[in-house]
């Protein structure tokens, strides 16, 4: 292990998850083991007509499950709701708040995506406003809106509403912000809350993410990228990171928060401790807006930040949990990186993608495959990347292939690659 000098050191100490595959940390992380899909086709709107008609949808679960009063979270966004329920696990699950004397200490700090999404409302408004010519008259356009638009439901839209809504129910007086970098955001985030912690600016922070982009919008956006996958006839075998055939992500949605504390604030009121954040790296590709850089520059430089600031070396990592996506191009520069950073001992780390059961997260995907890693932590077992049948040239890492692996794990490397070359890489390790 490192050695941290006088920095202050960052714990995890609480963690949860709604998840395409449960809505807890121990129900999500058996059926990662056990190797099982939570893609299906697409309820959440009628998908029917469009190329991509599968995802990774929340089943069977309601903010109301945890208590909460469902009329004042009516208008709330579905990503919120998410995160008030992964975020009420995690605070449970970590007891801190009995211990906060000052709540100006305490902050949230979340990668959080765009919230409700009024399809409906901003139709009937066109609908109002276009002249038969289709020109827009936009005075009737305002005035429909402003007969039966919902300020508060409009207001959901904002990205920042659920790190809002999180500092309202924990009373987190504290800083309070929100990143939204693509698919790196709530990696982002748990890395500036660290850092947050380790300036001596809080000495505890709610951080994570939540994201849906299953709506119209959405779907649309990446399907003109080509960026999902359009094997609509097998959903459960579309996930497929780094195989051969692999043809496009799946989308999914979520929520997974952690909570972090200075470890002698933690030691002192005896909190369990699931894990310690050794390293944060953040890079840019600085290169095109949705392609990374060929080299894998910018994932090259975000894993060797994280390990310097881990002070590690590249062969103390026993697990990586890949960003993975399944899209073709992301798999073969994530896996040329990986062989660049790891050197001659490359083919020796197991490289795992979790997108292959669960889905992509995006903003909610660092966040969640931290918490993944934290549990081949303590149990000392790899997830694995299912659907993997077709080896790839030049995709030729250790996958763990469809089944989960029992091996010691005592230090991980989590990597998040976002749309428009953002890259975060954290490495959590056990606390000695």
Known sequence: MSEHGSRRRVVITGIGVINPLGNDVETV????????????????????????????????????????????WKNRGRHTRFAGGAAKQAMASSGVLDAIDDPRRFGVYMGSGEGNQDFLSFATMMAAGLGEE??????????????????????????????????????????????LTACAASSQAIGEA????????????????THSMIHPFGVTGFNLLTALSTNNDNPQGASRPFDGL????????????????????AKQRGAHIYGEILGYGSTADAYRITDIHPEGRGA???????????KLNPQDIHYVNAHGTSTKVNDRVETRSCREFFGANAMNVPVSSTKSMMGHLIAAAGATELIVCLMAIRDNVLPPTINYENPDP????????????????????????????QNITLVVGQCA
């Not at 936009?138 to 809002?164: H, S, T, W, Y």
């Not at 090259?300 to 881990?310: L, R």
């Open 29 to 72: 992380w058996n059926q990662l083991k056990e190797g099982n899909s939570g893609v299906g086709y697409t309820t959440i709107f009628d998908a029917s007509r469009f190329p991509t008609k599968i995802s990774a949808e929340i089943k069977n679960w309601d903010i109301t499950d945890t208590g909460e009063d469902g009329e004042l």
């Open 134 to 179: 289709g020109n827009l008259d936009i005075v009737k356009f305002m005035n429909k809106g402003l007969e039966f638009l919902d300020p508060a439901f409009e207001l959901e839209q904002e990205p920042n509403m659920p790190v809002g809504h999180m500092a309202a129910m924990f009373n987190a007086q504290g800083p309070n912000a929100n990143c």
């Open 194 to 209: 660290t850092e947050i912690i380790r300036r001596g600016e809080a000495d505890v922070m709610l951080s994570g993410g």
């Open 246 to 265: 692999r043809d496009g992500f799946v989308l999914g949605e979520g929520s997974a928060m952690v909570v972090l504390e200075e470890y002698e604030f």
């Open 300 to 310: 090259i430089a975000c894993m060797n930040m994280a390990i310097s600031d881990a």
């Open 394 to 421: 030049d995709c030729d890492l250790d996958y763990i292939p469809n089944e989960a692996r029992e091996k010691e794990c005592n230090i991980a490397l989590n990597n998040s690659f976002g749309f428009g070359g």
